[in-house]
């Protein structure tokens, strides 16, 4: 099979592409950037893969433009439900380029990652796949979620300390914050 992979960035990119590859399938990367903020942290997580993905001959499409105000106005008044609203903007995309460009199924890095909403990026990915008529390759990635964190610090690539929105970028600087204040008062 010849598939499109979703790639959030490099160090969620390494254990993902091993297994696809030793299933036998041709994997090509797309980079969707609307969803990470701000844009120099894009830029940076951009380059990492980039440079990953040279590294390995894995052949990578990036995203054109950058429509920061479309993404905020998708997610305003609806923070609470912003992953839902953003995994279905990448898994959409990605499964329409996989379609335009006649692939034969799509899937995400996003599957691998410990820290996302596993059940609901399956269920999107189904659901989007059927409307759409492109098959969504599904992989629970978990289970090779250190084998990627080793790899990618022993090759000392930059690991982005957030998800990606503004909003998970408040959340984890907020904490630390916060514990400073609590030490302060």
Request: hydrophobic residues 30%; proline residues 3%.
């Given at each position: 099979?010849?598939?499109?992979?979703h790639?959030?960035?490099?160090?969620?990119?390494?254990?993902?592409?091993?297994?696809?590859?030793?299933?036998?399938?041709?994997?090509?990367?797309?980079?969707?950037?609307n969803?990470?903020?701000?844009?120099?942290?894009?830029?940076?997580?951009?380059?990492?893969?980039?440079?990953?993905?040279?590294?390995?001959?894995?052949?990578?499409?990036?995203?054109?433009?950058?429509?920061?105000?479309?993404?905020?106005?998708?997610?305003?008044?609806?923070?609470?439900?912003?992953?839902?609203?953003?995994?279905?903007?990448?898994?959409?995309?990605?499964?329409?380029?996989?379609?335009?460009?006649?692939?034969?199924?799509?899937?995400?890095?996003?599957?691998?990652?410990?820290?996302?909403?596993?059940?609901?990026?399956?269920?999107?990915?189904?659901?989007?796949?059927?409307?759409?008529g492109?098959?969504?390759?599904?992989?629970?990635?978990?289970?090779?979620?250190?084998?990627?964190?080793?790899?990618?610090?022993?090759?000392?690539?930059?690991?982005?300390?957030?998800?990606?929105?503004?909003?998970?970028?408040?959340g984890?600087?907020?904490?630390?914050?916060?514990?400073?204040?609590?030490?302060?008062?």
């Amino acid at each position: 099979m010849n598939i499109l992979l979703h790639t959030c960035c490099g160090p969620c990119s390494i254990y993902p592409v091993r297994v696809l590859r030793g299933e036998g399938m041709t994997v090509t990367g797309y980079y969707h950037r609307n969803n990470i903020h701000p844009l120099a942290e894009c830029l940076k997580r951009e380059e990492t893969l980039k440079t990953y993905a040279q590294t390995i001959g894995l052949p990578l499409l990036v995203q054109k433009g950058y429509d920061l105000e479309g993404f905020l106005r998708n997610m305003a008044f609806r923070e609470s439900e912003r992953c839902l609203f953003c995994y279905h903007e990448r898994l959409t995309a990605t499964a329409e380029l996989a379609k335009q460009g006649n692939f034969d199924g799509f899937s995400s890095t996003l599957l691998y990652s410990r820290y996302q909403k596993h059940e609901v990026m399956k269920s999107l990915g189904f659901t989007i796949a059927q409307t759409i008529g492109v098959e969504f390759i599904y992989r629970d990635f978990r289970e090779g979620w250190q084998e990627g964190v080793d790899e990618s610090r022993a090759s000392g690539m930059y690991r982005q300390p957030y998800c990606g929105c503004v909003y998970s970028e408040k959340g984890r600087y907020l904490k630390k914050l916060n514990k400073i204040d609590e030490i302060t008062i």
